[in-house]
C-alpha cells in the first residue's frame, strides 16, 4: 500500500462533499499527509446560453474564484485543517484536476463520484476524467445523487 505524503482533494461545495472531505482527512490521519484543497470553477461563458449579452466588464469567473476561496477558507477552518492549502482555478474541472495535481506533486486525488449510468457515463464525468488523465492515484468516494 502507498504512503500517500501530500493528498489533492477536489471539493465542489455539495452537501455530497462532506463525504469527500471524511475520507480525506482519515487518509491524511492515516499518512500524516498534507492535504490541499482544489476548487474549479467551471468558465461562466460556456455556462451561459442566455440571448443577452453579458456586459465585458463583468469578470463573473474571477468573483466565482473570489467567493470560492473564501468558502474553501471556511472548509479549512470548520475542520480545524491548520496545516491545509487550497487552491482555486478556472476551467475544466478534470482538466484542471489533473493539471494541479501534477504541479503539486500530489501522490492522491480524493473526489466525489456519482456513479453515473448510460448516457451521463458515456458523456463523461469529473471523477471519470481524472481517473483516466491523473499520473497519481484517485480515490472515487461513492456519493448520493442528489
Do not use: W
Request: net charge negative; charged share 20%.
Amino acid at each position: 500500500m502507498a504512503n500517500y505524503q501530500h493528498i489533492l482533494v477536489a471539493v465542489d461545495f455539495s452537501k455530497e462533499s462532506e463525504a469527500v472531505m471524511a475520507k480525506a482527512m482519515e487518509l491524511q490521519k492515516l499518512y500524516n499527509a498534507r492535504l490541499t484543497l482544489v476548487h474549479v470553477v467551471e468558465y461562466t461563458g460556456a455556462m451561459y446560453t442566455g440571448e443577452i449579452p453579458l456586459p465585458e466588464d463583468l469578470d463573473l469567473d474571477q468573483r466565482l474564484a473570489k467567493q470560492a476561496e473564501t468558502k474553501l477558507q471556511a472548509l479549512i477552518d470548520q475542520h480545524s485543517l491548520a496545516n491545509a492549502g487550497f487552491q482555486v482555478e478556472i476551467g475544466t474541472p478534470k482538466r484542471e484536476i489533473v493539471r494541479v495535481a501534477a504541479e503539486q506533486k500530489a501522490e492522491l486525488i480524493v473526489l466525489g463520484s456519482h456513479g453515473r449510468h448510460g448516457l451521463q457515463l458515456l458523456l463523461g464525468s469529473t471523477a471519470n476524467g481524472v481517473l483516466h488523465q491523473a499520473a497519481c492515484d484517485v480515490l472515487a468516494v461513492r456519493v448520493e445523487n442528489a
